[in-house]
């Protein structure tokens, strides 16, 4: 009689190809650099409950704010390259990247660029009792007081914190930058006005306007925003030149193999096709960026490169 060999079944899943094996099999990690409520905490639990819902299991968001999101990129970086640690990062890790020396990791070299998610204007919100009612009243009395106003931004170096500096270029006044550890935080002082003004993301800034809460001045992107029809563009308000977004997206440390990384990518794709998943997102007033992981990457150190110039030509340091 002849003995059948038996092989684990764990020997076997090492023996298939990795776009044949099963993932996850465990829970997923999303870490996101800024506090609960940002608006890229908001876009990234929308993402992460979609995600599990497609692989029928558990994804979950870890905040790790602080340094304008290079904790949690930092994390990312240096974590296992087996798909169970992924990063959700937006514009500021590009900036970081371009602008920031002596990081303890290389946006460049250590993370690799999944799948964007999200590409949204920001929003100018004030105080509802802010004096002023548009950004050219804003920039008036910017002027009147020079040194004295401030604005907010989720930390030094992130986009929002870009465009305060882009808004005070262009407009030629001097506000005071104040950071914080996400958009939550920061609109707890700019509502009641301890500080003057702030280039929200969609996500926290619009909900704010639409009840009240807050004002909102303008939208940095060029043409007004669908779900903000009646809010002015700051370009149509004097500085016709002006304007920024925020992108959001997936990362993967650089060590997860491509098969693996392209895998993910198919699979936030395919999320975000969903209609649930598009619903949620427009809930929540943002507009979607889909590309596949091949234009991503180039886009991700296109938009370093692009910092890089911006930041060198206003000489402005992000120390």
């Given at each position: 009689?002849k003995?059948r060999?038996i ?5 076997l899943?090492?023996a ?5 094996q099963?993932?996850p099999t ?5 870490l996101i ?18 995600l599990g819902?497609?692989?029928k299991q558990t994804v979950?968001v ?11 990129a930092d ?7 087996d798909?169970?640690?992924l ?6 890790l590009a ?5 920031v020396?002596n990081?303890p ?8 660029p999944?799948?964007?998610v999200a590409?949204?204007?920001h929003?100018l919100?004030v105080g ?9 009243e804003l920039?008036?009395r910017?002027k009147?007081?020079p040194?004295?106003?401030?604005f907010?931004s989720?930390?030094v170096?992130n986009s929002?914190h ?6 005070n270029m262009?407009a030629?006044i ?9 958009g ?5 002082d700019v509502?009641p ?6 280039f929200?993301?969609?996500p926290?800034?619009?909900?704010l306007a639409n009840?009240g ?6 939208v940095t992107?060029k043409?007004r925003y669908?779900?903000a029809?009646n809010?002015p563009t700051?370009?149509e308000?004097g500085l016709p030149?002006y ?6 997206g997936f990362?993967a440390?650089v060590?997860?193999?491509p098969e ?9 794709e395919t ?7 598009r619903a949620n997102?427009?809930?929540v007033?943002?507009?979607l960026?889909e590309?596949?992981?091949?234009n991503f990457?180039k886009f991700?150190h ?6 890089r ?5 206003t000489h402005?340091?992000?120390?």
């Amino acid at each position: 009689m002849k003995l059948r060999r038996i092989v684990p079944l764990f020997a076997l899943a090492l023996a298939l190809p990795v776009s044949a094996q099963p993932y996850p099999t465990k829970p997923v990690r999303v870490l996101i650099g800024y506090a609960a409520g940002s608006s890229t905490d908001i876009v990234g639990r929308v993402m992460a409950d979609r995600l599990g819902a497609n692989w029928k299991q558990t994804v979950i968001v870890e905040n790790r704010g602080g340094a304008a999101g290079n904790v949690a990129a930092d994390a990312a970086a240096k974590s296992a390259g087996d798909g169970y640690t992924l990063l959700f990062a937006q514009n500021g890790l590009a900036i970081s990247a371009a602008a920031v020396p002596n990081l303890p990791y290389s946006a460049e070299r250590d993370l690799v660029p999944l799948a964007p998610v999200a590409a949204t204007p920001h929003i100018l919100i004030v105080g509802p009792d802010f004096p002023a009612k548009n950004v050219q009243e804003l920039i008036a009395r910017a002027k009147a007081e020079p040194g004295r106003l401030t604005f907010a931004s989720s930390g030094v170096g992130n986009s929002d914190h870009l465009c305060g500096e882009l808004f005070n270029m262009m407009a030629g006044i001097s506000a005071i930058h104040v950071p914080y550890k996400g958009g939550a935080p920061a609109v707890q002082d700019v509502i009641p006005g301890r500080v003057a003004y702030y280039f929200a993301g969609m996500p926290v800034g619009l909900p704010l306007a639409n009840s009240g809460r807050a004002r909102a001045l303008g939208v940095t992107s060029k043409q007004r925003y669908p779900a903000a029809p009646n809010v002015p563009t700051i370009a149509e308000q004097g500085l016709p030149r002006y304007e920024a977004t925020l992108w959001q997206g997936f990362f993967a440390p650089v060590s997860i193999s491509p098969e693996l990384g392209a895998r993910i990518a198919r699979d936030v794709e395919t999320v975000l096709k969903q209609p649930e998943t598009r619903a949620n997102l427009a809930k929540v007033g943002v507009a979607l960026f889909e590309d596949n992981q091949a234009n991503f990457i180039k886009f991700f150190h296109a938009d370093i490169e692009k910092w890089r110039n911006l930041v060198k030509s206003t000489h402005l340091k992000l120390e």
